[in-house]
């Protein structure tokens, strides 16, 4: 895709790319062979990623207008939008695209701001400031696997676990917290792995503000609270946007911690979309509807993420190379 | 400057010159560190289990001080890990060498030659980490199983190389626009070749560049999980899904599982240790340096 050749013109209007250099030679314009010489270092990982990335969308697609199960072999025949039909009356279908929007929002949210928090801490010269720093990015570097069987077992377990210890004195007691609070369990896990991201993201928003817009502000008599609402928070938004947008990709995908920690249970009340299709297609070997549920995420998905993505990227590209 | 100076306890969340004696200061300080040490408790935790006998482990309340055992490491090794930390291995470093034998010619192509269309190319990239994996999983495994390539660790190399390639180009074409386009004329107007005067302009200065770009697609591929487990069995598991037999096993296993999950997550918190620097720009995709 996209590396057809209509026009002509070497004009290419590109705002990513915008410091085009005047000096740069114009090559022959209409030059096939020099545009596919250009393009040429491109082409190999362009084709790789077609063919493993969008290839099988196509085939989900293909598979969403199939009654198939792998349990009858014989059973394959197209059945047209029945399958998308039987998802969109599906109540357990709807609990768990519920549950996605509910765990990845709530994640990303509580992570944002708690990293904008631990940010402004860790923003400013202290003794170890480089081995706290060290300390808060391990959760999120620790295999989501490992981090999540800790979680489930040595952290949460209702005896044993260090949760109910520390919480103790507040009346935890024994509170099986992956049984009776799943979600809440699940959200914790992930607030845990996922705020060092946001902290490393504003902490680089931090790192990059004008030294002296904060000094004239300062001169001029500002406190520091109101130099962090005037100055600083408006510079950290597309910090912040792109921190939860981001968050939203990587998390809205999250298998491993409902894998390891509450298997969507019970029932279904902390499954996501992922776990959910997994069920279905591994377990319940029902390949035509998990494919058709694949599809209603992969819209929904795109609608969100592309006019998101599109809008702070463009902000960023053009901040950056003005 | 005085001025600035003795309005430094308001001003906690810039880095400006500060007194000495500033109990603000000092207060912010110790919370900085009850914040990084409260969310490095859990990992400290596991490791600690790891060094104690099952019996330790389990005690309300828990036990902080005790006699360290390697017994769990013992037990781990001696339980078979070793085949899936080979299995991890070999598709983490086999997925990161391709990743940048795809991804740096294609960076370069999208940065320093001006490909026609780049960010159309560049958006297509980055829409492929958009697209949720599940969706394409079962596809993939009717494929996978038809060429006989189920419990194959190339299975995994391959779908981690396009995992980590949008990663990769992004961040790789962060990284060569860095270099300056003076530099590249000058060479080329002394006649060096394309090829001359990438090796010996270009590679060292987007070098370091590589090696974090690299270091982060490992973490990833270590770390990566949903593919594993649908796609593997006994011959090409990795190290996460080694850990799955933990979250079935009954009875007194908090120590071994410790030990376990420690093995398994030691590797890539090292190298995100060495990487920390570059995480962001690679988690974001080159948008933050």
């Given at each position: 895709m996209s590396t057809s050749e209509k026009s002509g013109s070497t004009a290419v209007a590109d705002p990513a790319t915008k410091p085009a250099k005047p000096e740069r030679p114009a090559v022959g314009p209409g030059s096939r062979r020099d545009g596919w010489i250009r393009r040429g270092p491109l082409l190999p990982a362009l084709i790789f990623t077609i063919i493993v990335t969008q290839l099988p969308f196509l085939f989900t697609i293909y598979y969403s207008t199939q009654s198939w199960n792998l349990v009858n072999p014989g059973s394959q025949r197209f059945v047209g939008f029945e399958n998308y039909v039987t998802v969109f009356t599906d109540s357990q279908f709807r609990g768990v695209a519920l549950n996605s929007i509910v765990l990845t929002l709530g994640s990303v949210f509580i992570a944002m701001v708690l990293g904008l928090a631990v940010a402004l801490l860790l923003n400013r010269t202290f003794p170890g400031r480089g081995v706290v720093r060290t300390l808060l990015i391990t959760p999120f570097l620790i295999t989501p696997v490992a981090g999540a069987l800790i979680w489930q077992t040595v952290m949460f377990d209702p005896t044993y676990g260090l949760v109910n210890f520390v919480l103790g004195p507040f009346g935890a007691g024994t509170t099986?917290?992956?049984?009776?609070?799943?979600?809440?369990?699940?959200?914790?896990?992930?607030?845990?792995?996922?705020?060092?991201f946001m902290m490393l993201l504003i902490l680089a928003g931090l790192g990059s503000q004008p030294q002296e817009v904060l000094e004239a502000a300062r001169v001029d008599g500002a406190t520091g609270f109101a130099v962090f609402r005037e100055v600083t928070l408006p510079h950290l938004r597309r910090f912040i946007e792109l921190g939860i947008v981001l968050g939203a990709i990587y998390l809205v995908n999250t298998f491993d911690t409902i894998y390891m920690m509450t298997q969507g249970g019970p029932g279904t009340a902390s499954a996501n979309l992922p776990f959910y299709i997994y069920q279905r297609a591994f377990l319940g070997f029902d390949i035509g509807q998990s494919a058709a549920m694949g599809v209603v995420t992969v819209i929904a998905t795109i609608i969100v993420a592309t006019l998101a993505l599109r809008l702070i990227f463009r902000s960023f590209s053009a901040a950056e190379e003005v | 400057?005085?001025?600035?100076?003795?309005?430094?306890?308001?001003?906690?969340?810039?880095?400006?010159?500060?007194?000495?004696?500033?109990?603000?200061?000092?207060?912010?300080?110790?919370?900085?560190?009850?914040?990084?040490?409260?969310?490095?408790?859990?990992?400290?935790?596991?490791?600690?289990?790891?060094?104690?006998?099952?019996?330790?482990?389990?005690?309300d309340p828990p036990t902080l001080f005790f006699t360290p055992t390697l017994d769990q490491f013992a037990a781990v090794f001696g339980g078979g890990i070793t085949p899936y930390l080979l299995n991890s291995l070999f598709a983490t470093v086999m997925s990161t060498v391709l990743v940048l034998l795809l991804g740096t010619p294609a960076a370069f192509a999208l940065s320093l030659r001006q490909v026609k269309r780049t960010q159309d190319v560049l958006f297509f990239f980055i829409s492929t980490k958009m697209l949720p994996i599940v969706a394409a999983i079962v596809p993939i495994y009717v494929v996978v199983n038809f060429i006989g390539a189920l419990d194959n660790v190339w299975t995994l190399v391959v779908l981690y190389t396009a995992m980590n390639l949008p990663i990769a180009v992004w961040m790789m074409r962060s990284f060569f626009l860095e270099v300056p386009k003076e530099l590249l004329e000058a060479a080329s107007m002394d006649g060096a070749s394309l090829w001359r005067s990438l090796r010996e302009v270009v590679l060292p200065i987007i070098s370091p560049g590589m090696a974090a770009t690299g270091l982060i697609c490992m973490i990833f591929a270590w770390n990566e999980f949903f593919f594993a487990v649908n796609l593997t069995a006994a011959q090409a598991a990795t190290v996460p899904v080694y850990l799955v037999g933990f979250i079935t096993s009954e009875g007194l296993y908090f120590a071994s599982l410790c030990a376990a999950a420690t093995v398994a997550a030691l590797p890539v918190v090292i190298i995100g240790w060495i990487a920390q620097n570059k995480l962001v720009q690679g988690l974001s995709f080159g948008a933050v340096k």
């Open positions: 099986d917290w992956i049984s009776s609070f799943p979600r809440t369990a699940i959200v914790v896990a992930l607030v845990w792995q996922w705020t060092p | 400057m005085t001025a600035v100076a003795e309005r430094t306890r308001d001003e906690s969340s810039e880095v400006v010159p500060r007194k000495k004696s500033n109990i603000g200061g000092s207060l912010l300080t110790v919370l900085a560190w009850i914040v990084g040490i409260g969310f490095f408790f859990p990992v400290f935790w596991m490791v600690l289990t790891a060094f104690k006998q099952e019996r330790a482990a389990y005690t």
